[in-house]
């Protein structure tokens, strides 16, 4: 009966590997999310003419600080 018990447990956790693996990556999409809108709010409409005229994470494009990729 144990070896019954531990075959079915690694059936079980073999298949919610896959599940544990989406969720972390919905998570971790989600703050991505979440952390560049609360950046767009605190920074709007930051204008530059060089680089160094923005925050630090930030370029300047076409006039505007926009985030480094």
């Known amino acids: ?32 999310i979440k952390v560049t809108k609360l950046f767009k709010k605190a920074l709007p409409d930051l204008s530059c003419s060089i680089d160094t005229d923005c925050p630090p994470g930030y370029v300047c494009m076409d006039g505007r600080c926009v985030p480094q990729v």
């Open 1 to 32: 009966m144990k070896g019954f018990r531990n075959v079915f447990m690694a059936l079980i956790l073999g298949c919610l590997a896959p599940l544990l693996v989406l969720a972390g990556a919905a998570v971790a999409l989600y703050r991505w």
